[in-house]
């Protein structure tokens, strides 16, 4: 995985609340252990009618998609009600508007130069800064593990 650090790029309105992981990729399409080639099924349901093709009206909020994405070295980004009502202000009036997320900073800057923070839990903004994934994380505290079981040995219950 690639360290994350700022992206600035154009966004995509998705007007919708309440959107689970069966919506953003559904479970007919996750008989993988691979992740690559899922991006083709982002959405399916609402980007395709049901004989395939593309919905031309196709333009997150659920816990669940947070951690998967964060998981999977994705960044979600909740904004505040009354930056999130500026941007899409500024993207009705400019669609291809940028905006900069920095995760360093936890902020994301709009083109109209404001700034506005964002949550993010330390564990996950710790290995999205770094590119590693939880298993990444645990295999580079492998001295620190060793040093502790060493200072720590098992001990043996008998009765």
Known sequence: MEPFTTLTSCCVVLPAENVDTDQIIPA????TIDRRGLGAHLFADWRLDEQGRARPEFPLNADIF???ALKNGLLPVTLLQPAHARLLELL???PLAPVAIDLDAQA???QDGTAHAFPVDPFSRHCLLNGVDELGF???EENAIAAYESAHPARVCTR
């Open 28 to 31: 007919r399409f996750l008989k």
């Open 92 to 94: 009705a009036a400019s």
């Open 138 to 140: 645990l295999l580079g």
């Open 66 to 68: 947070r951690n998967n």
């Open 108 to 110: 994301v800057t709009l």
